[in-house]
């Protein structure tokens, strides 16, 4: 097991996956005083990825240090860094429904896509998921993003029909639900 996070235990695999410079990969969950780093990376994946969230970068950019402390002390964030670069990001919220949490604000950095980031980025928020006492977890994915779908498909998540339009200035995009039970 490789211990990121006191909290937070991940197991390691040992593939070829987690091999070279992906072995030095560490998932942190951030505090509030890390609101810096969040701001950072939240605003590089909405200038990276915008059709991939509802929200945007130019209303990212308008939040203050006390919001951007707030979100942080509102979610479990987790951030994924190689030599302390950041290269992921995705947070864990309560869910609408009882017993249920959301991920949310998934992101990877572009060079890092498909070398097994994204996996323990949704490993970090499962995990945290289940010492919170949640029974499920979902998330919405942007209707048209098949990357990220299979690699939710890959920890367990089916799609459940349900689709809504991603919101904000978004509504002209829709976006898919999908869950798995936690345990």
């Known amino acids: 097991m490789a211990v990121n996070n006191a909290g937070i235990m991940l197991p390691d695999s040992g593939s070829a996956r987690q091999g070279g410079e992906l072995a030095e990969l560490v998932i942190r969950r951030l505090a509030a005083a890390d609101w810096a780093a969040f701001r950072e990376v939240r605003l590089a994946a909405l200038r990276d990825a915008p ?3 509802g929200s945007t970068a130019s209303d990212a950019e308008k939040l203050d240090q ?18 302390s670069q950041p290269v992921g990001l995705a947070a864990g919220v309560d869910g609408d429904r009882p017993g249920e949490a959301e991920l949310i604000s998934m992101w990877v950095a572009p060079a890092w896509r498909g070398h097994g980031v994204g996996d323990r980025l949704v490993d970090a928020v499962l995990a945290w998921a289940a010492s919170e006492q949640f029974t499920t977890l979902c998330l919405w994915v942007a209707a048209g993003n098949a990357r990220a779908e299979r690699l939710y498909a890959r920890h367990g998540f089916a799609a459940t029909g349900r689709v809504q339009p991603m919101g904000g200035e978004r509504v002209d995009l829709l976006e898919f639900e999908m869950r798995r039970r936690i345990g």
């Open 66 to 83: 006390a919001e951007w402390r707030r979100r942080l002390e509102q979610r479990a964030v987790f951030l994924a860094e190689v030599a």
């Open 51 to 53: 059709e991939a969230f």
